[in-house]
Every structure is written in C-alpha cells, then in structure tokens.
C-alpha cells in the first residue's frame, strides 16, 4: 500500500497557493458522520451555507454549490448563459485565463483573447475599446480572472465594470476568484459582476471538491435563452432544490460541513480583517525578495497580490531544481512554475489558514533553500519581513 504522510517530524509546510492547509478544526467538522442528504438535519446545514457563503461573496444573489473543482464552476458559468457560436472577450493575464480559454473554445464559443506578457492585470480600457467597437453587440460575455493564481496579478473588477458601463454594452460580465474569493476584498453585487466563479481550496480553507457560482439577476434571465447543453451544471434544477436547503444529486455531505466552519471562522474574524491580514502577509513577502535581490513577476505595484508572490530565478538557475532542494532539505512546498513561466518562477502562497509566525517560517525556508540551492541572493529577507510584521 502507498503511504500517504511519509513527511519526516514537523508539520509540512504547504506553501503553494492552493490547495492551502485546512484548518484543524476544518478537518474536525469533516469528520463528522455522514448524513442523509434528503432528511431534515441536511436541509438545515443547506439552508445555512447556502447563506452564510453569500456573505463571503458580500451579495444578496443566488449562490450555487457544485461537487467540483474550480474547472467546474467555469463551465458551469458560460453553459448556463451562452449558446454555441457566442462570442466572448477574455483576457490574457496567465495560466488560468488561458485554460479558461481553451475550455470556451471547446465548447463551441468564439473568443476574442486580449494578449498579455503575465506580468500585468487586466486592462479595462482595452477591454472597453474593444466593447465599443462591437457595433454588432456580437460580445455576450467578457470573463476576466480577478487573481491570477499563476503569476501574483490581481486585476481591478470595478474598473472593467466601468469599462463596460462606459461602453453600453450589454455583455455579462464573468469573474473567477479561485485564488482570491476569502483572501482579498471581492464585491459581487457593488462591482456589478454578473457570475463569480470560486473553489473551495483556497482562501475557504477547505479541501478541492466545492465550486462556487454567484449569479445575478441579468445572469439569470439569460439562463432561460441559453442554447449550450448543461445537465450536471444546470443552475434552474439546483436553485430549485436549494429553496429548502437540499440538492438535486448527492452532495458533498461533509465537505459542507468544513463549509460551514470555515464561514464561522472568516466571521469570528471579520471579513475586513480577514483582508487586511493577506495585504500585511503580501508585503511582508515582498520586503523580504527585495531584500534577496530578487524580482517579482508582477511589474504593477498597484497590482501585487495579496495572496500569494511569484518570483523570478536568476538567469542559469532553474526553479523546479530550488523547489526540490526546498522540498526534500526543509519539507516545504512552494509553487511551480505553469505553461510559459515554467522553471522560470517559483511561488510562495500566503492566503488561507495563515499568521505571521507561518509566514516567518516559509520565508526562512526559502531563504535557507536560496543558500542551500547555491541561488545567487543577498541574505536579509527574513529579517526585513519580521521588521515589517513586527513595527
């Protein structure tokens, strides 16, 4: 049989930016007895987090729960909107947009992809101009990602919201916030979003297996002339169940119930709170690679991510070969590299279940596997970011 922890003694550090580490008293509420998911005690629990996560979103709209990964939730929002042969406005800001491409393509729609160089947030003028140009009204949706989880770049939504605004053009508008939905301020219903696509794994605390769409009134009446076939993602059979708290096939029992505890621990917490915490941890982060002599990814200072840092390797050294000796030195893993920038880049994830002294502790691992690894670096990184947190 294979073993599943052969991690030496000590706590594993999960540094990458997503799946984070699940809370322990997560885990507790996971493993509560299964319960019948058509019976009175259920229905409750739904009832509740079908609530509580609205908050999360900080909207009054429907928020539908699939038994999925995040890939699901992007399906699930163009499906239950568009038909085949819509065009749809994306924009290039990294590995998560791309695929978020690439699944529309597959199904049938035309995309209009605004390139990017990953290092930069979305630019809601061009995505305005573009609208502006759309005399035909052919742009049904433009579907941008809040936080690129590939490369630290989080994009202003409340600016493409004015964009389009300034535009009149009638296009939903599609957000994914995988990386950011818990971890950095997100307002659904105040930035005009039209569907929030979200995972479970990230800034909820939770395991992958919960995807999230939060969807509007505009959203929904085009629901009812979308043409793309959807059975699985279907948001009418779910709405309709989730009334009384229930669902129209089983449910992941106890998925919800970290669910459920992970929302009590955001409100003990408070929500602003919760955000001004990642935007200490983020830059506390990047003190200390400035202090290493390293560069980040992300050239927009405005847009660095709360979340999580992407690092650039000096030129002749690989990150995947930095990230193994992170790994099997100081049990640490940090983020690789994905499609363009790989080996280029390491990423260090600080969202989540997440304090200063794990932030401390990750970046000591880094600095000591910079060393370890023979990375060219100014040593200091871990000093600079305790002066931060501590002052």
Same mark, same amino acid.
């Given at each position: 049989?294979?073993?599943?922890?052969?991690h030496?003694?000590?706590?594993?550090?999960?540094?990458?930016?997503?799946?984070?580490?699940v809370?322990?008293?997560?885990?507790?509420?996971?493993?509560?007895?299964?319960?019948?998911?058509?019976?009175?005690?259920?229905?409750?629990?739904?009832?509740?987090?079908?609530s509580?996560?609205?908050?999360?979103?900080?909207?009054?709209?429907p928020?539908?729960?699939?038994?999925s990964?995040g890939?699901?939730?992007?399906?699930?929002?163009?499906?239950?909107?568009?038909?085949?042969?819509?065009?749809?406005?994306?924009?290039?800001?990294?590995?998560?947009?791309?695929?978020?491409?690439? =699944? /529309?393509?597959?199904? #049938?729609?035309?995309?209009?992809?605004?390139?990017? *160089? @990953? &290092?930069?947030?979305?630019? $809601?003028? %061009?995505?305005?101009?573009?609208?502006?140009?759309?005399?035909?009204r052919?742009?049904?949706?433009?579907?941008?990602?809040?936080?690129?989880?590939?490369?630290?770049?989080?994009?202003?939504?409340?600016?493409?919201r004015k964009?389009?605004?300034?535009?009149?053009?009638?296009?939903?508008?599609?957000?994914?916030?995988?990386?950011?939905?818990?971890?950095?301020?997100?307002?659904?219903?105040?930035?005009?979003?039209?569907?929030?696509?979200?995972?479970?794994?990230?800034?909820?605390?939770?395991?992958?297996?919960?995807?999230?769409?939060?969807?509007?009134?505009?959203? =929904? /009446?085009?629901?009812? #002339?979308?043409?793309?076939?959807?059975?699985?993602? *279907? @948001? &009418?059979?779910m709405?309709? $169940?989730? %009334?009384?708290?229930?669902?129209?096939?089983?449910?992941?029992?106890?998925?919800l119930?970290?669910?459920?505890?992970?929302?009590?621990?955001?409100?003990?917490?408070g929500?602003?709170?919760?955000?001004?915490?990642?935007?200490?941890?983020?830059?506390?982060?990047?003190?200390?690679?400035?202090?290493?002599?390293?560069?980040?990814?992300?050239?927009?200072?405005?847009?660095?991510?709360?979340?999580?840092?992407?690092?650039l390797?000096?030129?002749?050294?690989?990150?995947?070969?930095?990230?193994?000796?992170?790994?099997?030195?100081?049990?640490?893993?940090?983020g690789?590299?994905?499609g363009?920038?790989?080996?280029?880049?390491?990423?260090?994830?600080?969202?989540?279940?997440f304090?200063?002294l794990?932030?401390?502790?990750?970046?000591?691992?880094?600095?000591?596997?910079?060393?370890?690894?023979?990375?060219?670096?100014?040593?200091?990184?871990?000093?600079?970011?305790?002066?931060?947190?501590?002052?």
């Amino acid at each position: 049989m294979l073993t599943l922890n052969n991690h030496p003694s000590g706590r594993h550090f999960l540094q990458i930016p997503g799946p984070t580490n699940v809370p322990d008293r997560v885990l507790r509420a996971i493993d509560q007895p299964t319960i019948d998911h058509r019976g009175p005690e259920f229905g409750a629990l739904g009832l509740a987090v079908l609530s509580g996560v609205k908050q999360v979103f900080q909207t009054q709209a429907p928020v539908v729960i699939f038994p999925s990964s995040g890939t699901g939730a992007w399906e699930a929002a163009l499906v239950n909107t568009l038909s085949p042969g819509d065009r749809v406005l994306m924009v290039e800001t990294g590995h998560f947009a791309s695929l978020w491409r690439k =699944l /529309a393509g597959r199904l #049938g729609l035309d995309v209009d992809f605004l390139e990017g *160089d @990953w &290092r930069r947030p979305v630019d $809601a003028a %061009a995505i305005g101009a573009r609208l502006a140009g759309d005399a035909d009204r052919r742009i049904k949706a433009v579907c941008v990602v809040h936080n690129e989880t590939s490369t630290g770049v989080t994009s202003d939504v409340a600016a493409v919201r004015k964009a389009i605004d300034r535009a009149g053009h009638p296009a939903l508008l599609m957000v994914d916030t995988i990386s950011s939905l818990g971890s950095i301020d997100y307002r659904h219903d105040e930035w005009g979003v039209d569907v929030t696509v979200a995972g479970s794994q990230k800034g909820l605390m939770l395991p992958p297996g919960l995807a999230f769409n939060a969807v509007s009134a505009k959203a =929904l /009446a085009a629901a009812d #002339g979308a043409r793309l076939p959807r059975s699985y993602w *279907d @948001w &009418r059979e779910m709405l309709a $169940a989730n %009334a009384r708290g229930y669902f129209p096939y089983t449910p992941s029992t106890n998925l919800l119930y970290g669910l459920h505890e992970a929302l009590a621990m955001l409100q003990a917490e408070g929500l602003p709170q919760v955000f001004a915490r990642h935007r200490r941890h983020g830059q506390a982060t990047r003190l200390a690679v400035d202090a290493w002599g390293l560069e980040l990814l992300s050239l927009d200072p405005a847009a660095h991510s709360p979340a999580l840092t992407a690092v650039l390797m000096p030129a002749g050294h690989g990150a995947d070969a930095f990230r193994k000796v992170v790994l099997e030195r100081f049990d640490m893993s940090l983020g690789q590299g994905l499609g363009k920038l790989a080996d280029r880049v390491f990423r260090i994830g600080h969202l989540g279940h997440f304090n200063d002294l794990t932030l401390c502790g990750t970046l000591a691992g880094v600095e000591m596997g910079l060393a370890a690894a023979g990375v060219p670096h100014r040593p200091g990184g871990v000093r600079a970011a305790m002066e931060f947190l501590v002052g």
